[in-house]
C-alpha cells in the first residue's frame, strides 16, 4: 500500500485496510463486570449485534457502525465496547510492534489528536506489559512519522484515542476504543461515598433480582444513592448515554464519526424516555446522615429528586413502603476484625428484622462475607457470583416468609 505524506494526511480516503470500522459488520468486543455477561449478551442482542459470544468480563460480537453506537448509548451493563482492528500470533514484542505499525493509524483519526496505549495480559510469556505499551506507543508515532511527518502526542490523563492491546500466550489483539470514559460513569453524580458500587454493576444487580419497573423496590443502605439512580433510568426507559457528555465518547474523536447517525439515535432515545405520572415507587434509607444528604444531592442533579423518597433510618426500622416488592442492598464487608465482629452480631439482627417486616418480600445482598447466609438465619434461594472491582462477591436472594426459618 502507498503510503500519504505530507498535510493531506489527516484527510485520507475511506475504503481501504485500516480506515476504521465500516457501516457493514465489523468485530467488536464489550467489557463488563464479571458475572454479568450474560446480561451484556442481551444488550448487545437489543443493540443488532450477532454472533455474541461471551467469556469471562464481556462479551465478542458483529456489528454495525449503528449497532456500535446504540451499545455505548443504551446498554447499562458495557463498560466498554472495542473495535478489532487486528490480531496475529506472536513471538516477542517486535511481533507486536510489527503488529501495531502495519495498522494505518492516519486512516483511522488526525494526528492532532492525544493517544494512550493500555495493555491488558493472560498467561503471556513478556517480561513487562509497561515495556510493551511503550513498544505499541512507538509503533503508533513511527507510522504517523513515516506517513505524515508527523507524531500524535502521548496524554495519560485524558487523551483523546484510546488505544487497547490484548495478549494471551501466543496471540496479540489490537482495539481502538469507541467509548472513551468508561460507560459506567454516566455523568449522574456529583456528590459520592468510599466505596462506591459502580452503576453497570448496581443495573446488573437490579436486572439479577428479577426487578422490573413498577414493583416497589427499597435500598435501605443507599449510600451515594447508585441503586436507586440506574432504577429510575430503568423505570423512565432512560438511556444512559444521553446523560453524559458527547465529547466523553471515543468514537466521536474518529475520521469515520457519523454525527448524523448519533444524532438520530440520540433523538429517538429521548423520544422513547417515560413522563412519571407521580413519586416512582423506589425508596431509599441509610443510617448516616452524610448518605443521606448526598443521595438527595445526587438525585437532585440527575433531576429524579421529586420521584424518590430517602430519608435518614436504621434498616432494622424500617417499615415496608408496600406490601410486596424487592428489596437490594449492597451492606458493608468488613475488612478488619472489628467490622467483622460488629457484622458477626449484626447479621442475626438483619435476619429478624426482614422476616418481622417483610413478609413478602424478596430481598437481595451483594456481599464478599461468606458469613452473611448462615448468620442472617435465611437460606437463599440464589447465590450469584459476581466481581465488584477486584473483590469476588455473591448476590444473595432470599423470599422472606412470615415466621421464623431457624432450627
Known sequence: MRRRAGPQC??????????????????????????????????????????????????????????????????????????????????????????????????????????????????????????????????????????????????????????????????????????????????????????????????????????????????????????????AGMALDDAPGLSREMKDFGFTKWLDYRPALWKRLCVEAAERRVAAPGKLPIWGADLNADAVARTRQNLAHAGLDHLIEVRKIDILDITPPAPGGVLVANPPYGERLGELDALAAFYPRLGDALKKRFAGWSCWFLSADARLPKLIGLKPKRKIPLWNGPLECRLYGFDIVAGSARK
Open 10 to 231: 489527516d484527510r485520507v480516503e475511506h475504503g481501504s485496510v485500516g480506515a476504521g470500522p465500516p457501516q457493514a459488520n465489523a468485530a467488536y468486543f464489550s467489557t463488563c463486570p464479571r458475572g454479568l455477561e450474560a446480561l451484556l449478551a442481551e444488550d448487545i442482542a437489543a443493540c443488532g449485534g450477532t454472533a455474541i459470544t461471551t467469556t469471562p468480563g464481556g462479551a465478542g460480537f458483529s456489528g454495525s457502525l449503528e449497532t456500535c453506537y446504540r451499545l455505548n448509548l443504551h446498554s447499562r451493563i458495557a463498560t466498554r465496547v472495542l473495535c478489532r482492528l487486528a490480531s496475529a500470533e506472536y513471538r516477542d514484542e517486535r511481533d507486536i510492534y510489527r503488529l501495531a505499525f502495519e495498522i494505518a493509524w492516519p486512516r483511522l483519526f488526525e494526528v492532532s489528536r492525544s493517544i494512550r496505549v493500555y495493555v491488558t495480559a493472560t498467561k503471556a510469556p513478556v517480561k513487562s506489559l509497561e515495556y510493551l505499551t511503550l513498544k505499541v506507543k512507538d509503533a503508533v508515532c513511527d507510522r504517523f512519522r513515516a506517513d505524515c511527518g508527523r507524531r500524535p502526542d502521548v496524554n495519560t490523563a485524558a487523551p483523546d484515542v484510546r488505544i487497547h492491546l490484548y495478549v494471551t500466550a501466543t496471540e496479540a489483539t489490537l482495539y481502538l476504543d469507541t467509548s472513551g470514559e468508561p460507560l459506567w460513569l454516566r455523568g449522574q453524580k456529583i456528590a459520592k461515598v468510599a466505596a462506591p458500587l459502580k452503576e453497570n454493576l448496581a443495573a446488573g444487580i437490579l436486572r439479577l433480582s428479577g426487578w422490573r419497573p413498577g414493583v416497589p423496590l427499597i435500598d435501605p443502605m443507599c449510600g451515594s444513592g447508585t441503586l436507586l439512580l440506574e432504577a
